[in-house]
């Protein structure tokens, strides 16, 4: 399995832009869907957005629709989540992960084998 690195995290101001990253190791055609989750202090993991292929599709969920944007690099084996305006309830460890198929189920973290260790992100008011 491909090794999974997010980077980009940090503490910004409601209404500010950040932008993580996901690198991974090993050849990107064996990765068919790469996703972010994210994960608030005492709440279950959840589905941020996912990226199937290259260009084939993105998918997100409709608290962020609009505002987050998640893209691939073919080249340098990435894939990056634009986040616009920030909110408070964004504030969450967020975590890439990987599958080598595709399935309806890309939104369930329970059907993911391959994660990051992830990185912070913390919204101030």
């Known amino acids: 399995q491909a090794q999974l690195v997010e980077s980009g995290g940090g503490l910004v101001q409601v209404g500010d832009s950040l932008t993580l990253t996901c690198a991974a190791s090993?050849?990107?055609?064996?990765?068919?869907?790469m996703t972010w989750f994210r994960q608030a202090p005492g709440k279950d993991r959840e589905f941020v957005s996912a990226?199937?292929?290259?260009?084939?599709?993105?998918y997100y969920s409709p608290s962020v629709q609009g505002r987050f944007t998640i893209s691939r690099d073919s080249a340098k084996n990435t894939v990056s989540l634009q986040m616009n305006n920030l909110k408070v309830e964004d504030t969450a460890t967020y975590y890439c992960?990987?599958?080598?198929?595709?399935?309806?189920?890309?939104?369930?973290?329970?059907?993911?084998?391959?994660w990051g260790q992830g990185t912070q992100v913390t919204v101030s008011s």
């Open positions: 990226i199937r292929g290259f260009v084939d599709g993105t």
């Open positions: 992960a990987t599958r080598t198929y595709w399935s309806d189920t890309y939104n369930l973290p329970q059907n993911y084998r391959n």
């Open positions: 090993g050849p990107a055609h064996i990765i068919t869907v």
